[in-house]
């Protein structure tokens, strides 16, 4: 069973920063396309950024220069280190995954940028 957790999520100041985490198990790691999306509160899901199985990245607009997505093959673990955060970067980030067996997805971890 594929099993993707996201962690590092939380409360952070406009300007700062944060790392999230996400876990995965039930799958070959490094054969995946990964991803990382968010969705903010009456809003749609949205892509963020990608990391291909070959280890290039793809960024959207509105996160480059600001963001940086990276992946740990052997720990099966995919990155999302996020600066210069801002008001609007607040949305559930969550973990995406490109199988074999079709796309699967975490459960989320909040991230909310507030004074």
């Known amino acids: 069973q594929v099993y993707l957790r996201e962690s590092g999520g939380g409360l952070v100041q406009p300007g700062g920063s944060l790392r999230l985490s996400c876990a995965a198990s039930g799958i070959n790691f490094r054969f995946n396309s990964m991803a990382w999306y968010r969705q903010a509160p009456g809003k749609e899901r949205e892509l963020t950024a990608n990391t291909t199985r070959g280890g290039s990245s793809n960024y959207v607009d509105f996160v480059k220069g600001r963001f940086t997505i990276s992946r740990d093959n052997p720990g099966n673990t995919v990155f999302l280190q996020m600066s210069g955060l801002k008001p609007e970067d607040t949305a559930i980030y969550y973990c995406?995954?490109?199988?074999?067996?079709?796309?699967?997805w975490g459960r989320g971890t909040q991230v909310t940028v507030s004074s």
């Open positions: 995406h995954a490109n199988t074999k067996w079709g796309p699967f």
